[in-house]
C-alpha cells in the first residue's frame, strides 16, 4: 500500500520517479492562463487569513460546499472568515475522490508544511497556523508565486481595463513576469443584455462615440495596440461553440444601430455578428504575432436564483452540449486560407469532443513552426487525474505530444500552482507506465528531454517569454 500524498505521490513506477524528481519537479512555471487580480501582483498584496486567499472566488469549493449542505451565508455570504473556514474543513472529508482533495491537501502541504488532513476537527488550528503565515513575507501574492518558481503569469482582462497594476508591476525589479491576456468576449455577444454598457464604457476611454462596424472594428484594434505595448501576446475567448455560418453578407452595422436603437438582434444575425468580428480580431492577432485562445463549450450561469442573489460566475456553469466541429473548422479554414491563422489554442469543456479537437489542430498545421496550432490541457471540469490523463493520451494518439505547451491553472487563487506540480506527476506516471510495458524505450534522456519540454520549454519558445531560466 503506498502512502497518501507522500514524494512519490501518483508515480507508480521506479521511471516515473526518476523521471518526476530528475526531470520536471524543478522546472520554472508558466502560467499562460489564469485569473489572478493584476492589483494583488503588483501590490504585493498580503492576506489577512487562509479564508481570503483560499476561498474567495473559488468557485471549485463553493460547489462542493452547496451540495454537502452549507447554507450559502458560509460560502458566499457574509458569515465571518473564520466560520467559513470551518465549513470548508467540515466538507474536505466528504470531497474523497473528487480532485478536491487532492488540491487541499497538495496546497496545505507546499504551502504551509501542513500534513494533517483537513476536516472539522483541526480547522481551527490550521486556520491558525495558515493565518500566521500569511501575515509573513514569505506568503504575500509574490512570495506565495516565488515558492512555486512562477516565472510568468498571464492575467485575463478586459479591453477596457486601464492595466494599471501591470504598468505599476514592470516598474519593480521584479523576477516574476506579469503580462496581460486581451478578453473581448463582450464586444462579440451583441445579444446579451448588457451590451451597450460595454460598449460605452469603451467609447468613454477613447473619448468619442462608436456607431458603426467599423468604428467597433478601430477601437478594438487601438486596445490591442496599447496591450500590445504592456506586453500582451495572448488572446482569449470563452465562448459556447463557434458557428459555421457565412457572415459575409451579414449588415453588422445595421446590428449595431438596431442595438442602440433597443431592438433585439435575432439569434441567427447574433451569430454573424459574433463569427465576424471573431474573423477580424483573429486578423489583428495574427499581424501581431499573438496567440489566440478559444476555450469552448461550458453552458454558463444555470441558477438564475443564485445569479440574481450572489452573481455570475459563482459555481453556476457546467459542461454544455453543443455542436463543435463544423463552426470550428469554418473558422479556422476561413483564416487559413488567407494564410492569417494566428497561433492558436483550442480548449473543449466537453470530454465527448476531445478526440475532434485533437484532430482538429492537427488540420491546420503548416509547417511554419512546430505545434502552431494546440490542443490546449484538460480545462475546467477536466482539469483533474482522469480528464488529463484522457487529454495526454488522445493527444499523443492523433498528434505530438512532445510538442505540447503543457499545463496551465485557470485560477483565480495563489494557492493553486500546485496542479501544475499534479500535471507534472500524471505526465511522468504515464511515461514511466510505457517504459514499464515495454511501450517506450528505457532511455531516460530522450525521456526526460521531453517532460522538460512538455512542462516548460515548449511554453517558452512557443509564447516568446524572455527571462530568467532560459538555461534550463
Avoid at 494583488?40 to 474567495?56: C, K, M, P, R, S
Avoid at 453552458?299 to 438564475?304: A, G, K, L, P, V
Avoid at 456553469?317 to 469554418?330: R, V, W
Avoid at 505547451?405 to 511522468?428: A, K, Q, W
Wanted: hydrophobic content about 40%.
Amino acid at each position: 500500500m503506498k502512502p497518501f500524498l507522500d514524494q512519490n505521490f501518483l508515480l507508480q513506477t521506479p521511471t516515473a520517479e526518476r523521471l518526476y524528481h530528475e526531470y520536471a519537479a524543478g522546472l520554472p512555471i508558466i502560467d499562460y492562463h489564469n485569473h489572478l487580480p493584476p492589483e494583488e501582483i503588483a501590490t504585493d498584496h498580503q492576506f489577512g487569513n487562509i479564508t481570503e486567499v483560499w476561498l474567495n472566488g473559488d468557485h471549485y469549493k463553493w460547489r462542493a460546499m452547496r451540495a454537502n449542505g452549507i447554507n450559502e451565508n458560509f460560502v458566499t455570504g457574509g458569515a465571518p472568515d473564520r466560520e467559513k473556514f470551518r465549513k470548508w474543513a467540515e466538507t474536505v472529508p466528504k470531497t474523497l475522490r473528487n480532485p478536491l482533495y487532492h488540491w487541499t491537501h497538495l496546497e496545505l502541504q507546499r504551502y504551509f508544511g501542513i500534513n494533517d488532513l483537513l476536516s472539522g476537527e483541526n480547522a481551527d488550528a490550521v486556520y491558525a497556523q495558515a493565518t500566521a503565515q500569511l501575515r509573513q513575507a514569505t506568503h504575500s501574492s509574490n512570495g506565495l508565486l516565488a515558492q512555486m518558481n512562477v516565472e510568468v503569469v498571464c492575467t485575463t482582462d478586459h479591453p477596457t481595463d486601464s492595466l494599471r497594476f501591470h504598468q505599476e508591476h514592470r516598474t519593480r525589479d521584479r523576477a516574476l513576469m506579469m503580462l496581460p491576456t486581451f478578453r473581448p468576449d463582450k464586444f462579440l455577444t451583441i445579444g446579451a443584455d448588457d451590451y451597450l454598457g460595454f460598449l460605452e464604457k469603451l467609447e468613454e476611454i477613447l473619448g468619442h462615440d462608436i456607431r458603426t462596424f467599423d468604428e467597433l472594428l478601430a477601437a478594438l484594434e487601438s486596445r490591442i495596440d496599447f496591450f500590445h505595448r504592456l506586453g500582451c501576446r495572448l488572446s482569449d475567448h470563452g465562448l459556447g461553440q463557434l458557428y459555421a455560418n457565412d457572415f459575409s453578407g451579414a449588415d453588422a452595422g445595421a446590428m449595431m444601430r438596431d442595438k442602440r436603437a433597443g431592438k433585439a438582434i435575432a439569434p441567427a444575425a447574433a451569430q454573424q455578428f459574433q463569427m465576424r468580428l471573431l474573423h477580424e480580431l483573429a486578423l489583428m492577432y495574427h499581424q501581431r504575432g499573438w496567440t489566440m485562445q478559444l476555450h469552448l463549450g461550458p453552458i454558463r450561469n444555470n441558477n438564475s436564483r443564485l445569479l440574481r442573489s450572489v452573481g455570475a460566475d459563482v459555481g453556476c456553469d457546467s459542461i454544455g452540449d453543443f455542436p463543435q466541429a463544423e463552426g470550428l473548422s469554418a473558422f479556422l479554414n476561413g483564416l487559413d486560407v488567407k494564410d492569417k491563422l494566428p497561433k492558436t489554442i483550442l480548449y473543449n469543456l466537453n470530454p465527448r469532443d476531445n478526440e475532434l479537437f485533437a484532430t482538429m489542430a492537427g488540420n491546420f498545421n503548416d509547417g511554419s513552426m512546430a505545434g502552431k496550432i494546440q490542443w490546449g490541457s484538460a480545462w475546467w471540469f477536466l482539469d483533474q487525474k482522469d480528464g488529463m490523463e484522457k487529454q495526454l493520451d488522445a493527444l499523443s494518439n492523433m498528434g505530438l505530444l512532445s510538442r505540447f505547451v503543457g499545463m496551465l491553472t485557470d485560477s483565480r487563487s495563489f494557492l493553486s500552482f500546485p496542479r501544475h506540480e499534479y500535471f507534472r506527476r500524471i505526465l511522468c506516471n504515464q511515461f514511466g507506465n510505457d517504459v514499464r510495458d515495454g511501450l517506450l524505450p528505457n532511455d531516460l534522456d530522450l525521456l526526460g528531454e521531453t517532460i522538460k519540454d512538455v512542462c516548460y520549454r515548449n511554453a517558452k519558445n512557443y509564447f516568446g517569454f524572455h527571462g530568467r531560466g532560459m538555461g534550463v
